[in-house]
């Protein structure tokens, strides 16, 4: 079983210069300092997006996963592709416990639909975020 620590990150307001057509902004390890484009951000790097779908805290919170192909971007607070819920605005496919700067718990306990238990699975991972730290099944 892979397991990665969580750590948060913030944006700098500056961006990094254009790879592959895509301008990414820098963000900030929030412990130690470190400054990356938001393209090279390490597996379990957390952060509130500037924009995409908010929690009840109003945030938008990312977890950079492994995939077979590089990374993806989960948007925790996102819908599901298999959501058994799809017009229901007001349940959550991933149930988000804690906000920007604290431990992030990811689960099905709260108001959410019957799709999965609470895992991410994204081409070359499957996994949960449980207290902070992003295991494999």
């Given at each position: 079983?892979?397991?990665?620590?969580?750590?948060?990150?913030?944006?700098?307001?500056?961006?990094?210069?254009?790879?592959?057509?895509?301008?990414?902004?820098?963000?900030?390890?929030?412990t130690?300092?470190?400054?990356?484009?938001?393209?090279?951000?390490?597996?379990?790097?957390?952060?509130?997006?500037?924009?995409g779908?908010?929690?009840?805290?109003?945030?938008?919170?990312?977890?950079?996963?492994?995939?077979?192909?590089?990374?993806?971007?989960?948007?925790?607070?996102?819908?599901?592709?298999?959501?058994?819920?799809?017009?229901?605005?007001?349940?959550?496919?991933?149930?988000?416990?804690?906000?920007?700067?604290?431990?992030?718990?990811?689960?099905?306990?709260?108001?959410?639909?019957?799709?999965?238990?609470?895992?991410?699975?994204?081409?070359?991972?499957?996994g949960?975020?449980?207290?902070?730290?992003?295991?494999?099944?």
């Open positions: 079983m892979t397991e990665y620590r969580c750590t948060w990150w913030e944006y700098t307001g500056r961006y990094a210069d254009i790879a592959d057509g895509i301008r990414s902004p820098i963000l900030r390890n929030s130690t300092g470190e400054e990356l484009a938001s393209r090279d951000l390490p597996i379990a790097a957390i952060f509130a997006a500037k924009s779908p908010c929690g009840p805290d109003g945030k938008s919170v990312v977890c950079v996963v492994p995939r077979s192909s590089g990374k993806w971007h989960w948007y925790i607070d996102s819908r599901c592709s298999n959501c058994t819920k799809p017009d229901d605005k007001e349940h959550r496919c991933w149930v988000r416990h804690g906000t920007v700067g604290e431990t992030i718990h990811v689960d099905k306990n709260g108001n959410t639909c019957a799709a999965g238990a609470g895992s991410i699975a994204v081409p070359g991972f499957h949960f975020l449980h207290h902070g730290v992003l295991r494999d099944c």
